[in-house]
């Protein structure tokens, strides 16, 4: 009797340390979920407060705004930040292959999906190519994989003239794409991605292409910065672009960087302004009278 009681007491005991050791394995793993963002936007948890109750707040599914950064420097965990020809075929079949570099033009360039359903609004809006809202000039390019992995049916069911569709299942692959919808910005000029993320609808997307295209192309001059084509950040790109201001006369006091009037921005458009004797401007300068 008394071995069958210890016998017993022994398996208990296992059988104790096996639970426990599963709900660790199990709260191990739903943490790991957790950092990898699993469970963000979902709709059971929506109009719930800290402990899980609802608050009267409407439970239906809400949309889950994700980060969409343009500009470098680029994400820390992206291999490269080239540009390579993207090669594939047509909805109809036929062989392309399209060069996004070599010219001086932004490429926007959408990974999308036929069958993804939050690729769904972003095709609705590329039926409307004059609604999307981008800067003029910027050339967009929609990729989805290729024949053996998409429906080109369905695919071609979305096309339209004014629409660049082609289907690359490598295009994902040499772009390091993670899944749909994804939006790369392409920099013809120096063959660099200088911006790639997602987004939820494209209103989103057009906002921040427009604030890179301020980047890229200052003031609408249609100039472009050097430290910006060759990649630089931070200091080194601030240093970069002071050089440029000295080899073309712009040098610390310059008229130029304290304007008064139109005159002192655009002289060549202007009456020269009349010489005079007084000390070179400076900030502290600006909005004195007189």
């Known amino acids: 009797?008394?071995?069958?009681?210890?016998?017993?007491?022994?398996?208990?005991?296992?059988?104790?340390?096996?639970?426990?050791?599963?709900?660790?394995?199990?709260?191990?793993?739903?943490?790991?979920?957790?950092?990898?963002?699993?469970?963000?936007?979902?709709?059971?948890?929506?109009?719930?407060?800290?402990?899980?109750?609802?608050?009267?707040?409407?439970?239906?599914?809400?949309?889950?705004?994700?980060?969409?950064?343009?500009?470098?420097?680029?994400?820390?965990?992206?291999?490269?930040?080239?540009?390579?020809?993207?090669?594939?075929?047509?909805?109809?079949?036929?062989?392309?292959?399209?060069?996004?570099?070599?010219?001086?033009?932004?490429?926007?360039?959408?990974?999308?999906?036929?069958?993804?359903?939050?690729?769904?609004?972003?095709?609705?809006?590329?039926?409307?190519?004059?609604?999307?809202?981008?800067?003029?000039?910027?050339?967009?390019?929609?990729?989805?994989?290729?024949?053996?992995?998409?429906?080109?049916?369905e695919v071609r069911s979305k096309a339209h003239e004014r629409l660049e569709i082609i289907m690359s299942t490598d295009a994902w692959g040499d772009y390091e794409v993670p899944g749909s919808p994804f939006f790369v910005l392409v920099d013809g000029a120096s063959a660099r991605r200088i911006g790639e993320g997602v987004a939820n609808h494209f209103n989103q997307v057009a906002e921040l292409v427009r604030r890179a295209v301020v980047d890229v192309r200052p003031f609408g001059l249609g100039s472009r910065s050097k430290g910006f084509a060759d990649g630089l950040d931070g200091p080194e790109r601030e240093t970069a672009n002071d050089e440029e201001l000295l080899a073309v006369g712009i040098h610390p006091g310059h008229r130029s960087l304290y304007p008064r009037s139109l005159a002192d921005v655009f002289p060549s458009e202007s009456p020269a302004p009349q010489e005079d004797d007084s000390e070179p401007w400076t900030a502290g300068s600006i909005g004195k009278v007189g």
């Open 1 to 153: 009797m008394v071995a069958l009681v210890l016998v017993l007491t022994f398996v208990v005991l296992l059988l104790g340390i096996l639970v426990a050791g599963l709900l660790r394995s199990h709260a191990d793993i739903l943490k790991a979920l957790h950092d990898l963002g699993a469970g963000v936007g979902d709709p059971s948890a929506s109009g719930r407060d800290a402990h899980g109750h609802h608050g009267g707040v409407d439970p239906s599914p809400r949309a889950v705004h994700v980060p969409f950064t343009l500009g470098p420097p680029l994400p820390g965990e992206r291999d490269s930040a080239s540009a390579p020809t993207i090669a594939g075929v047509t909805p109809g079949g036929d062989a392309l292959a399209i060069t996004v570099s070599g010219h001086d033009t932004l490429t926007l360039i959408a990974f999308l999906s036929s069958g993804c359903s939050t690729c769904a609004g972003f095709w609705d809006a590329l039926q409307r190519p004059q609604e999307l809202g981008l800067p003029e000039g910027i050339r967009l390019l929609v990729v989805t994989k290729g024949p053996e992995l998409e429906s080109a049916a």
